[in-house]
């Protein structure tokens, strides 16, 4: 079974900050890797799909990179705001006929201080 | 705004009663899903719809009944519901299955009395 684990669980940084967010997955099989922002009680918000054969992605201040070969990705923000506070969430899917599950880690919790 | 509609918001009810939680895309996507949330835990899946046919049920109690009567629209009924499945229930669209990203609505936080 794909296991995805984010590292850290939480993270609380000043204003204006970089910072990289960290997710592993167990089975390098997978099909693409997609980073989620989940405000409280909200649903979630796609920020940016990685396929299987790129390397990264980016959107505004967001930027996320895939290494398939060793499992991992980040997400980088660049420049952190008040407003990024929110629990990020990464998923992979699988690479099979039956792979329609989006698998999640369990998020890291993120909070941007003035 | 988000492009998944889901009604209602919140929902109170107790074990015996039967609701109905509703789903709504407009973006001609032929894969929708329900996900299931404990606090502070990921979603999980429940269902997964293709072209109006049942896909997958991960082993859902009989409890909750999924029905998708068109296109657009996902519906996933209730009966006989316990506390532990109070949740917050999310639905998610994408063009058709695997194929990504998935859209989620903003859920229906689920409180069983």
């Known amino acids: 079974k794909q296991e995805v684990t984010q590292i850290p669980a939480a993270l609380s940084v000043p204003e204006g900050e970089n910072l990289v967010l960290n997710c592993s997955f167990t089975?390098?099989?997978?099909?693409?890797l997609q980073w989620f922002r989940q405000d409280p009680g909200k649903g979630l918000t796609s920020l940016l799909l990685?396929?299987?054969?790129?390397r990264e992605q980016t959107s505004g201040r967001l930027n996320a990179s895939l290494d398939k070969s060793s499992g991992r990705s980040t997400l980088y923000i660049a420049a952190s705001q008040p407003g990024d506070s929110a629990t990020y969430l990464c998923a992979v899917i699988k690479n099979s006929n039956s792979g329609y599950a989006l698998n999640f880690g369990k998020g890291t919790s993120l909070l941007v201080t003035p | 705004d988000t492009e998944v509609t889901q009604t209602p918001k919140h929902l109170v009810m107790g074990m015996t009663n039967k609701k109905s939680l509703k789903c709504e895309q407009h973006m001609g996507h032929r894969a929708m899903y329900w996900y299931k949330q404990k606090a502070k835990k990921p979603p999980e899946l429940m269902f997964v719809?293709?072209?109006?046919?049942?896909?997958i049920n991960e082993s859902v109690p009989s409890r909750f009944s999924p029905e998708c009567p068109n296109s657009s629209l996902l519906n996933l009924h209730l009966h006989a519901l316990q506390p532990e499945d109070s949740a917050l229930y999310l639905c998610a669209s994408s063009q058709v299955v695997r194929a990504q990203p998935q859209h989620f609505g903003d859920g229906t936080r689920l409180s069983i009395l």
């Open positions: 089975d390098s099989a997978i099909y693409n």
């Open positions: 990685i396929q299987s054969s790129q």
């Open positions: 719809y293709s072209y109006e046919k049942l896909s």
